[in-house]
């Protein structure tokens, strides 16, 4: 899965990102999933021969593995469970809020198991239900957190669905939004009674899009990533936001995946968040939304309501 952010860019970054998900997306575990597999760079190539938009000016290539940006790096390539004893789930919350489309509450869940070798993790998710449900592939080697590629795709298959447009063709400016434009802050975020050092990295990948007038009530949406080492799969928070109309209370359309705690499956203390005992949100400290987690993450208004 992760070859379909890191794969095809340059031909020096394609090899270096072949080697890189390898081992931090397990291929093996993706193979015949299709639309979620790798497309080998013939393929790929034919794809993007199809795209209608030109594609942002790139950055000169650099050899092997250095051909990625910062934002790449800390979002596809660290390697966020490492520090993990599975068995455990990372439990995630998930609101869809806006004028644009049905709001709902729902969430993703997470199971991490050892890799044959003993390390963490063999990863599995179940993200969403009902009609809303995600079908998401097992991952035999995860080392960057699914999770965020889980919501990423999910992203591109609403933009597909909402503007009739190629899941390719905004996969590929997201992926561009992050290896050149994106914005890239240090901040502090609610955890467990206290505060923990983050990063924040915030992309607007329609800002400059040539074709931004076929989908323009959705060419202003920016996503926010917010990281950090001091919490469990080192994810803490994802948010895409189109902001409101000009007079209008309500964002056009706003979806936010927030830490809500872990759980070991099999012995060992409880390490969910302090609001798993009857509230939730990224802060553990109230359901209203995890709201505050993070006025500071958050440069725009919160998508969940009291």
């Given at each position: ?243 409101a109309a000009p007079g209008a209370a309500t964002p056009v359309l706003a979806e936010e995946l927030w830490l809500d705690g872990a759980t070991p499956t099999l012995g060992g203390a409880d390490t969910r968040a302090a609001g798993a005992s009857g509230t939730t949100g990224a802060s553990g ?22």
């Amino acid at each position: 899965m992760i070859a379909r952010w890191l794969g095809v860019r340059q031909g020096a970054g394609l090899l270096a990102g072949l080697a890189l998900m390898a081992s931090s997306a397990g291929l093996g575990g993706l193979a015949g999933l299709g639309g979620l597999a790798f497309s080998p760079p013939a393929r790929a190539a034919t794809a993007a021969s199809k795209e209608p938009a030109k594609e942002p000016t790139q950055a000169p290539a650099k050899a092997g593995a250095e051909d990625f940006s910062p934002a790449e790096r800390a979002l596809f390539m660290q390697n966020h469970l490492g520090t993990l004893k599975p068995p455990l789930v990372l439990r995630y919350q998930f609101a869809r809020r806006g004028s644009l489309a049905e709001n709902f509450d729902d969430q993703l869940s997470l199971a991490l198991t050892a890799r044959a070798d003993g390390r963490c993790c063999a990863a599995k998710g179940d993200f969403l239900s009902g009609k809303h449900k995600v079908a998401t592939p097992e991952i035999e080697q995860a080392e960057s957190n699914p999770a965020l590629l889980f919501f990423l795709e999910r992203e591109i298959a609403e933009m597909q669905r909402l503007t009739s447009g190629k899941a390719n063709y905004f996969r590929k400016r997201i992926r561009m939004a992050v290896y050149q434009g994106a914005q890239i802050s240090t901040l502090q975020v609610p955890w467990r009674g206290k505060t923990v050092a983050a990063q924040q990295i915030v992309i607007r990948p329609y800002h400059d899009d040539p074709l931004r007038a076929r989908f323009e009530q959705l060419a202003g949406k920016q996503y926010s990533f917010v990281l950090s080492d001091a919490v469990p799969g080192g994810l803490y928070a994802i948010r895409s936001l189109v902001a409101a109309a000009p007079g209008a209370a309500t964002p056009v359309l706003a979806e936010e995946l927030w830490l809500d705690g872990a759980t070991p499956t099999l012995g060992g203390a409880d390490t969910r968040a302090a609001g798993a005992s009857g509230t939730t949100g990224a802060s553990g400290a109230s359901g209203a939304a995890g709201a505050a987690a993070a006025a500071a993450a958050r440069p725009t208004p919160a998508t969940r309501t009291p």
